[in-house]
């Protein structure tokens, strides 16, 4: 199975991310050719303040990047996890994901479910939870008879949910992310290695990157192909870019029968 990483720099300007993101997914066809294909964290918007956050907003099936995404799953015949944008439900707005298989139908739909709500010392605060709603539900889709799971960013410091997507039956687990620089730096690679080695999956962790907002937010980046024994196996510059690597389904089969930590679990 041969995927693609997607690494951006979104800001404020929709029509200006989407054609970007079409344009490298379009490269990433024609030099990679893979099954998979994965755009960051808010693709299509990555700006400031609640109401401009909103209006990026879209109410599926309808909005620019939706229609965007599905028709290039189907005019390549290639499965697209459209990173994650602001969806409008109602009265309610999700950071979600949504999944396009190779026909342009969608096949998985995830609201991201820890939202980031911190006060980091000397720099900047973030209340997700004052423009996003929260999801629930824990959400898998398959690519051919790979079964994939979805979690989003902040997702990640939370391997209850990894632990679910792996009961759920994941071999590989995606997480399109809008990590900062400066928990990046420190915590990045440790948490997605640590998210692999615990549920012995090939881990997609695909991120912004470089400067947003103005300068106001700062994006580690550093993309990565993480294998099931923890180690990496592609990783993506410092800048906007793609990066692209083929995953040994049977090495998944092969860690789990050496270390079957999937029959040992005690506490649920």
Known sequence: ????????????????????????????????APDLIVLPEYYAFLGEGRENIHASA??????DAYRLMSDLAARHKVTIHAGS???RHGNNHYNTTVVFGPTGKEIARYRKIHLFDVDIPG????????TISRGEEVVTYKVGDVTVGCAICYDIRFPELFRKLRDAG???????????????KDHWETLARARAIETQTYF?????????????????GHSMVIDPWG?????????????????????????????PVERHHVLS
């Open 1 to 32: 199975m041969k995927v693609s990483l997607i690494q951006m720099n979104s800001q404020n300007d929709k029509a200006e991310n989407l054609k970007t993101a079409a344009a490298m997914i379009e490269k990433a066809v024609k030099d990679e």
């Open 58 to 63: 879209e109410s599926f099936p309808d909005g």
């Open 85 to 87: 944008v602001v969806e």
């Open 123 to 130: 720099g900047t605060s973030y209340r997700e939870s004052d």
């Open 170 to 184: 994941s071999d590989v687990i995606v997480l399109p992310a809008a990590f900062t620089l400066m928990t990046g």
């Open 204 to 220: 997609l962790a695909v991120g912004q990157v470089g400067a947003h907002s103005d300068g106001k937010k700062w994006c580690w």
């Open 231 to 259: 180690h990496i196996v592609a990783q993506s510059t410092d800048r906007v870019s793609s990066t692209a690597a083929r995953l040994e389904l049977d090495y998944i089969s092969h860690v789990r029968r050496n270390v």
